[in-house]
């Protein structure tokens, strides 16, 4: 998959990679901006993060991936995108 997001580049050592999706992983070309009460060691957490894409600076969020009839937003939610729940700190914060 190419990477469109300038400057970001996987930079976790070889050795400490893993095949599933939510393992910790370190990345250069992106500051994470998620409050520091939120970070969490293991696993897959909620987070957000400031890249660059195309000239454009961006933000970047992980969070759950919900069914937009679940939240009345089918019409809101375009093809080649995801409904994504985060905790309103996330934002907020």
């Known amino acids: 998959m190419e ?3 300038q400057n970001l580049r ?3 050592p ?4 893993c095949v599933l999706a939510s393992c ?3 990345y250069e070309g992106v500051r ?3 409050p520091e009460e939120m970070m969490c060691l293991v696993g897959a957490c909620p987070s957000a ?3 660059t894409r195309e000239g454009r600076e961006v933000y970047l969020v992980v969070g759950k991936q919900i069914n937009p009839s679940d939240a009345g937003l089918v019409k809101k939610v375009g093809e080649g995108e995801a ?3 985060v905790p309103r700190a996330l934002i907020d914060d």
């Open 83 to 85: 409904l994504v729940e």
């Open 14 to 17: 070889h050795s400490l990679r």
């Open 49 to 51: 993060y400031e890249a």
């Open 32 to 34: 994470e901006i998620t």
């Open 3 to 5: 990477n469109k997001y």
């Open 24 to 26: 910790p992983a370190i």
């Open 10 to 12: 996987e930079v976790t």
